[in-house]
């Protein structure tokens, strides 16, 4: 649970490509490990394709840009799930940058390893692809 903002400048913590990002504030490790914990938890939804517990999972409010540089929002996302366009084999992120604003919000950037099922219905469907994520929370 993030706290109301109490501090006004951004705590910057970035990583190379091989390592963890390591903020050596408590509090900022706790949120790292909190979202970090959630993105495992994205991860599983994906490729479980559980469209309830995404609809649970993700905010009404959100907004994604896809890897087809379109931005959509939940209820689009949740159709290309049902229609097998996000079906993915391998669907994994790791965190490279992580930075807060204050206590209340965090920005967390990095790599994701995804691979779509062969019957995944997409051009690229079964060829593993690396592409860069940024998320705000």
Do not use: C
Request: charged share 25%; net charge neutral.
């Amino acid at each position: 649970v993030l706290l109301p903002a109490t501090l006004l400048r951004a705590q910057t913590y970035q990583a190379g490509p091989a390592s963890r990002v390591k903020p050596t504030d408590t509090y900022q490790q706790q949120v790292l490990r909190q979202i970090d914990s959630l993105i495992q938890y994205q991860e599983q939804l994906v490729l479980a394709q559980d469209t309830a517990a995404m609809r649970a999972f993700y905010p009404d409010d959100m907004i994604i840009t896809n890897p087809f540089g379109q931005m959509i929002g939940k209820e689009k996302m949740l159709e290309r799930v049902k229609t097998g366009v996000i079906q993915y084999s391998k669907f994994e992120k790791t965190i490279e940058h992580f930075a807060m604003e204050g206590d209340n919000l965090a920005i967390v950037a990095g790599r994701e390893d995804v691979t779509p099922t062969q019957n995944a219905n997409r051009a690229d469907a079964g060829k593993p692809h690396q592409r860069r994520f940024t998320e705000v929370w």
